[in-house]
């Protein structure tokens, strides 16, 4: 759902108080809010006078906001020249993208957590099935929200918070834009193209914007695998020459109509078409001691390739009413599409006798429609209450057809050569029907004090059926109480503390719950398991604590030190058991409690803040600590999801005349983590040094020039699985080399 720059402050009814609080002895599933629009007042002639005031740049919704926000805006996300949005997310205070810098397909993450801890939203949406965060460009965004604790607008989904990416909209004046860039580096060719155009015509308005991308690449990512005896004593090595060439192709294109009437309503229509396509054609040479310990394919050739396709189109109609309030309801539609072709041939060497002829193709068709709603009205002055819903139904159909052939290992008892079938043909459907009613209320009580109090309930009802699992229908109903507060101290010209106390979960996905097996090809290696979903999983209920304290001195300076607590109930690990025909499986189950806490430090602020005659520089830093501890796994290191225990970002922009130039040095810490009784992982921090420019050379022409990841840094990860009976264990080893990226945009205005 489209969120707006208008403040809108919300909050309970105080009167409710006594009603909401008991509800936080009870499990809670929540939705999270959007800021809503700042209560109107009665009289229609002071309506557009507050409207107006609300969009004045004086409002600071880091600063005003009862719920506390993070706002990034275009300017901001397009700055670095980057191709795709998680370049740019993992600038923001107290977020990280794991994985190696450059190489996409990393995980979102606030206070250290993702695998759904983190909430992602498009719109105020959750983005369909398939629907890769690689392939959505920044030029397609209007701003991102980062909310760090819940509000009932939203799913409260959101344990670690909320990122909401909030697509473009129309624009009041004319504009027409092209960007052409290509970007470079020692293994990487990524040419880019943008439109932007957007225009007015008396009550109608509309924008248009068109991202295309494609990327080539060539590079090689070593692995090594260990095996030991009880004792530590070496058994085998595996060195694996892993070798790959592929492309992505990816295309977004976001129109937008909007209508106002004589009577100040609106009507939008908004739809949101994305593309993506990834190839890659992959080789593997495996050379072991002893020589016996290179597996079953020492020489693997592997042809793959991704095609996903999503299309979102909503309607949304505002309509005032009288004394200031206002009904806001969009009925939105999706479709969605994802293939996956696999063709695997696995040699004795290269050149060698065929041992496995695989060839694997999944389709996952999703389709489904929602609907959300929101009445508001003004009860007096700086006091507001809201109430609506959230709903949806989603059909979603996954298959999975498989014609495979391994060469058979000759035994006495079967000397002959050949090949055993090992033929699948997995299907299931998902019906998922959702509903969430909410109230919430924002009431500034005195000048300096204003509170938030909000309450959701929301209902999951699913069923599944397959060909290779029984039928199963299951029920989640939640209700969660929400409470923030901002209190700005007398006497100061900036100082403000915030608090918040939360409920909010984290529901398994559908593939979590499906008593399906996703089969590996290296499946009797530990570290490379089948998978397998577990029905019986419920979610994980957390409890939260957040406390702020803001001072803002001067314009565009701020510093800011929060603290957070979390409680999980039902938390969900991921057990890897080995089975009896030498396979091992992973599967996720419930096990006991969890609790993580966190510090974040920000500060911004032009230098000219502090040296009245300083230069036109900009200075930007945030710090995040983040301790988590696992009650189901032994110590030291047990966090949770593999928490990042420390990240930070030091950076500055410096103006000068036509010419403005910055640079970002991100820091994220990585370190030792026991998984289970059985399963540790490592991984090394990781660093990244960016620069940008950007040189204006008339109103309408410019060329920005980005550098990124200059380091160049390795990026190393490893899994280790310690076998029950103490007879050793075994160690994977991936070493993801990294390359500095040049990139230069021409952008144009005609």
Same mark, same amino acid.
């Given at each position: ?5 208008r ?8 009167a409710?108080?006594?009603a909401?609080l008991?509800a936080?002895? =009870? ?9 809503v629009v700042?209560?109107?007042?009665a009289d229609?002639?002071a309506i ?6 609300g ?9 005003d906001d009862t719920?506390s926000?993070i706002?990034?805006?275009?300017e901001e996300i ?10 740019v997310?993992?600038?923001l205070?107290g977020?990280t ?5 450059g190489r996409?397909g990393g ?8 695998s759904?801890?983190?909430q992602?939203?498009i719109?105020g ?6 629907f ?8 397609a ?7 760090r604790?819940a ?8 344990i ?6 909030v697509l ?7 504009q027409?834009?092209l960007k052409?860039?290509?970007g ?7 040419p880019?193209a943008?439109l932007?155009?957007?225009?007015r ?14 990327q ?12 030991t005896?009880?004792a ?6 595996r ?6 060439t ?8 976001g129109?937008?109509l909007?209508w106002t009437?004589?009577?100040g309503d609106t *009507? ?7 593309y993506?396509r990834?190839k890659r054609l992959?080789?593997? +040479?495996?050379?072991?001691?002893p020589s016996?310990a290179?597996g079953?394919?020492?020489y693997l050739d ?8 999503n299309?979102?189109s909503?309607?949304?109609?505002v ?8 009904l806001?309801?969009?009925l939105g539609?999706?479709?969605g599409r994802?293939?996956?072709?696999s ?6 060497a290269?050149n060698?006798?065929?041992t496995?002829?695989s060839?694997v193709?999944?389709i996952?068709k ?5 609907? +959300?709603?929101?009445?508001s009205?003004?009860l007096?002055q700086?006091h507001?209450?809201s109430?609506?819903?959230d709903?949806?139904?989603?059909t979603?159909y996954d298959m999975r ?7 058979k290992?000759p035994?006495? =008892?079967d000397?002959v050569p050949?090949f055993?079938?090992f033929p699948?043909?997995?299907r299931y459907t998902?019906d998922i029907t959702r509903?969430?009613?909410?109230a919430?209320?924002e009431?500034?009580v005195t000048?300096q004090?204003?509170v938030?109090?909000g309450?959701?309930?929301e209902?999951?009802?699913t ?5 290779h699992f029984?039928?199963?229908k299951s029920r +989640?109903s939640v ?6 507060t901002?209190?700005?101290?007398p006497?100061t010209?900036?100082?403000q503390?915030?608090?918040a *106390?939360t409920?909010?979960y984290?529901?398994?996905s559908?593939d ?5 097996r996703?089969t590996?090809p290296d499946?009797k290696n530990?570290?490379a ?5 577990n029905?019986?999983?419920k979610?994980e209920?957390a409890t939260?604590i957040d406390?702020?304290?803001?001072h803002y ?9 929060s603290?957070?607590?979390r409680r999980?109930?039902d938390?969900?690990?991921t057990?890897?058991?080995?089975e009896a025909d ?8 419930n096990?006991?409690t ?6 974040e ?5 032009p ?7 300083g230069p036109?520089?900009?200075l930007?830093l ?7 501890s696992v009650?189901?796994?032994g110590?030291p290191n047990?966090r949770?999801d593999?928490? @990042?225990?420390f990240?930070?970002?030091?950076g500055?922009d410096?103006?000068m005349?036509s *010419?403005?130039?910055g640079?970002s040095?991100s820091f994220?810490n ?8 059985t =399963?540790d992982?490592y991984?090394t ?10 040189w ?6 410019q060329?920005?020039?980005?550098l ?8 190393i990860?490893e899994t @280790?699985?310690?076998?029950l009976n103490g007879s050793g264990?075994?160690?994977r080893?991936t070493l993801t080399?990294?390359?500095a990226v040049?990139r230069?945009?021409m952008e144009?205005r005609f």
């Amino acid at each position: 759902m489209f969120l707006h720059n208008r403040r809108f402050r919300l909050t309970v009814l105080a009167a409710a108080l006594a009603a909401v609080l008991p509800a936080f002895a =009870q499990p809670a599933f929540a939705r999270q809010t959007a800021p809503v629009v700042k209560p109107q007042p009665a009289d229609p002639a002071a309506i557009q006078k507050v409207e107006v005031k609300g969009a004045a740049d004086s409002y600071d919704a880091r600063r005003d906001d009862t719920a506390s926000k993070i706002v990034l805006n275009h300017e901001e996300i397009i700055k670095f020249g980057d191709t795709n949005v998680l370049d740019v997310l993992k600038r923001l205070p107290g977020v990280t993208v794991s994985g190696a810098s450059g190489r996409g397909g990393g995980e979102v993450r606030m206070r250290g957590l993702g695998s759904g801890y983190t909430q992602v939203l498009i719109n105020g949406e959750r983005a369909p099935a398939g629907f890769s965060m690689d392939s959505l460009a920044p030029d397609a965004i209007e701003r991102i929200e980062v909310l760090r604790a819940a509000t009932a607008e939203f799913s409260t989904q959101s344990i670690a918070g909320t990122i909401n990416i909030v697509l473009k909209k129309a624009i009041k004046t004319a504009q027409r834009e092209l960007k052409l860039s290509v970007g470079a580096g020692a293994d990487t060719l990524t040419p880019t193209a943008n439109l932007q155009m957007s225009d007015r015509k008396g009550a109608l308005s509309y924008s248009l914007t068109v991202n295309g991308v494609h990327q080539k690449f060539d590079r090689d990512t070593p692995v090594e695998e260990v095996e030991t005896d009880g004792a530590g004593v070496l058994r085998a090595r595996r060195m694996i020459a892993y070798y790959e060439t592929g492309s992505y192709d990816g295309l977004n294109i976001g129109p937008r109509l909007n209508w106002t009437f004589a009577n100040g309503d609106t *009507l939008t229509s908004q739809s949101f078409f994305n593309y993506g396509r990834f190839k890659r054609l992959f080789e593997s +040479t495996t050379s072991a001691f002893p020589s016996s310990a290179t597996g079953p394919y020492p020489y693997l050739d592997w042809d793959m390739e991704n095609v996903s396709k999503n299309f979102r189109s909503d309607l949304n109609w505002v309509k005032k009413l009288a004394d200031g309030a206002k009904l806001d309801v969009k009925l939105g539609g999706f479709i969605g599409r994802a293939t996956n072709d696999s063709y695997r041939q696995g040699y004795t060497a290269k050149n060698g006798a065929l041992t496995l002829d695989s060839d694997v193709k999944s389709i996952l068709k999703e389709h489904g429609y929602t609907s +959300t709603g929101k009445y508001s009205v003004p009860l007096g002055q700086g006091h507001a209450l809201s109430a609506g819903w959230d709903g949806g139904y989603t059909t979603r159909y996954d298959m999975r057809l498989q014609a495979e052939k391994r060469a058979k290992v000759p035994s006495a =008892q079967d000397p002959v050569p050949g090949f055993v079938d090992f033929p699948a043909d997995e299907r299931y459907t998902a019906d998922i029907t959702r509903f969430a009613g909410y109230a919430q209320d924002e009431w500034n009580v005195t000048p300096q004090w204003s509170v938030y109090m909000g309450v959701r309930w929301e209902g999951i009802w699913t069923a599944v059926s397959g060909n290779h699992f029984k039928d199963s229908k299951s029920r +989640t109903s939640v209700w969660s109480p929400l409470f923030q507060t901002l209190y700005k101290i007398p006497g100061t010209k900036g100082d403000q503390l915030r608090f918040a *106390l939360t409920r909010t979960y984290k529901a398994p996905s559908a593939d979590r719950i499906l008593p399906r097996r996703w089969t590996s090809p290296d499946n009797k290696n530990p570290n490379a398991p089948d998978l397998l979903g577990n029905p019986d999983l419920k979610p994980e209920l957390a409890t939260g604590i957040d406390a702020a304290y803001e001072h803002y001195w001067a314009k565009g300076a701020m510093v800011s030190v929060s603290a957070s607590m979390r409680r999980l109930t039902d938390y969900t690990r991921t057990s890897v058991l080995p089975e009896a025909d030498g396979t091992y499986v992973s599967k996720p189950v419930n096990d006991g409690t969890a609790n993580t806490r966190g510090l974040e430090f920000e500060a911004k602020f032009p230098l000219t803040a502090v040296f009245e005659k300083g230069p036109a520089i900009d200075l930007r830093l945030n710090m995040s600590r983040n301790w988590s501890s696992v009650s189901a796994v032994g110590g030291p290191n047990n966090r949770l999801d593999q928490q @990042t225990p420390f990240s930070a970002t030091l950076g500055a922009d410096y103006k000068m005349g036509s *010419l403005t130039t910055g640079a970002s040095y991100s820091f994220r810490n990585g370190g030792p983590v026991r998984v289970s009784a059985t =399963q540790d992982a490592y991984t090394t921090p990781r660093r990244d040094l960016e620069m940008y420019g950007l040189w204006k050379f008339s109103a309408k022409n410019q060329l920005r020039v980005g550098l990124t990841n200059i380091l160049a840094q390795e990026y190393i990860s490893e899994t @280790t699985y310690t076998y029950l009976n103490g007879s050793g264990a075994s160690r994977r080893r991936t070493l993801t080399p990294g390359e500095a990226v040049l990139r230069l945009t021409m952008e144009m205005r005609f």
